[in-house]
């Protein structure tokens, strides 16, 4: 596939198989990609993964060759979702973002209950978007305290002289606690059967977009569930490229992106619900 063909692909949601996909893609083409596929953490079939951190591997070593240089992905999972493999050969790690859900029903009997799921930042060389001030957090420090502590002589001869109060708020850090998942009552829930594992907010899909793209930014999505990532491209002025193995949910995603899911019928069998692209996983070996 050429530059001219993948133009043709742009703005839609397609099923199809991801990883296919993504082999027919040509070279640096892609400014972002958010990846939000199988976390091998429940007891769905499009979750079952023999080995999280092997099938994430294939996925960052696929993603490398479409990136452009500069270019972000950010990939969803649990604390350990690439642990074990050495990705340094493709991409660079720079943080994994704690998303802290307090609220999770689970409870752990004999440890510690999870509570936040990881979103691992890569980037293919030197980070050519970070956006700070789109992405600015509220100061949880008040200003006249702050400044005190920048009068303090340590402070003010030391190596961080030059960071200042920014009243337009602070960095949000790597522990994410201001966004809250889903519940029940969200209005923007697509389905039921998609809460906590496959649908995630637009506040926190908002994030990455504005931190890693600017507008024009051609966005890449190859598990888009729900559409999240499609929806917050086409409000944010981002081009994207969005795939889903599932055709209910390429059929939602684009329903939901054209304002037209009100009053739509949703199939919450579970059957249909599958985020992950279980024949992808057998292309690569891993059921």
Not at 30 to 46: K, R
Request: with cysteine; proline share 5%; net charge neutral.
């Amino acid at each position: 596939m050429n530059l001219n063909k993948l133009t043709t692909y742009i703005g839609k949601i397609l099923n199809i198989n991801t990883l296919e996909f993504i082999c027919s893609m040509p070279d640096e083409c892609i400014d972002l990609v958010i990846c939000d596929g199988p976390y091998n953490a429940t007891t769905h079939e499009w979750d079952r993964i023999a080995s999280i951190q092997e099938f994430n591997l294939e996925l960052i070593q696929a993603f490398t060759r479409i990136l452009k240089p500069g270019g972000a992905l950010y990939l969803f999972g649990k604390p350990t979702c690439v642990d074990f493999i050495d990705y340094r050969r493709y991409l660079t790690l720079h943080s994994k973002i704690v998303w802290y859900q307090p609220s999770r029903l689970g409870q752990g009997r004999k440890s510690y209950t999870n509570n936040y799921d990881v979103i691992c930042y890569f980037s293919k060389g030197t980070p050519r978007s970070f956006n700070l001030d789109d992405i600015r957090v509220p100061q949880l420090v008040e200003l006249e305290h702050r400044k005190r502590c920048e009068n303090v002589p340590s402070v003010r001869n030391g190596t961080y002289v030059n960071t200042k109060f920014n009243e337009d708020g602070k960095n949000p850090g790597d522990v994410w606690g201001d966004i809250k998942q889903l519940t029940y009552k969200s209005k923007e829930l697509v389905s039921r059967s998609m809460l906590n594992t496959i649908q995630k907010p637009e506040k926190l899909i908002e994030r990455l977009v504005k931190a890693s793209s600017n507008e024009g930014d051609l966005v890449f999505d190859p598990f888009c569930g729900s559409g999240t990532t499609p929806v917050i491209c086409k409000r944010l002025n981002r081009a994207f490229i969005a795939c889903d193995i599932n055709p209910e949910f390429v059929r939602l995603a684009e329903l939901r992106l054209k304002g037209k899911l009100q009053n739509v019928e949703v199939d919450d069998d579970e059957s249909a619900i599958k985020s992950g692209d279980t024949s992808a996983q057998v292309q690569l070996g891993l059921l």
